[in-house]
């Protein structure tokens, strides 16, 4: 049975995962494995394909909320403001 692996790409891992795809994808494989956490993961391209679209769209909106709270934090203007602002509101 495969534990859990809970894990965060960084951009340069999802760039090293897209270009091992469009390479298996080139020489004609249907399939493509990687290894995160010690466990071995093997999946169709489309479904990696899939997956790493989903993470990115995943990580820009989770992005564009972090900057608009930025953005938020900097106009408060007391210390009930601050307190009183969720940090958790509008994340994917």
Same mark, same amino acid.
């Given at each position: 049975? &495969?534990?859990e692996?809970?894990?965060?790409l960084t951009? *340069?891992? #999802?760039q090293?995962?897209?270009?091992?795809?469009?390479?298996?994808?080139?020489?004609?494989?249907?399939t493509?494995? #990687?290894?995160?956490g010690?466990?071995?993961f093997? @999946?169709?391209? *489309?479904?990696?394909?899939?997956? %790493?679209?989903?993470l990115?769209?995943?990580?820009?909106?989770? %992005?564009n909320?972090t *900057?608009?709270?930025?953005?938020?934090?900097n106009s &408060? %203007?007391?210390?009930?403001?601050? *307190?009183? @602002?969720?940090?958790?509101e509008?994340?994917p």
């Amino acid at each position: 049975m &495969l534990g859990e692996v809970n894990m965060w790409l960084t951009v *340069e891992e #999802r760039q090293q995962i897209a270009t091992q795809i469009t390479a298996n994808e080139t020489i004609g494989r249907d399939t493509m494995t #990687r290894w995160f956490g010690g466990q071995s993961f093997t @999946f169709p391209i *489309e479904t990696w394909k899939s997956m %790493l679209i989903a993470l990115e769209v995943y990580a820009g909106d989770a %992005l564009n909320v972090t *900057e608009e709270h930025k953005a938020a934090v900097n106009s &408060l %203007l007391t210390i009930q403001d601050i *307190e009183d @602002f969720d940090i958790t509101e509008g994340y994917p």
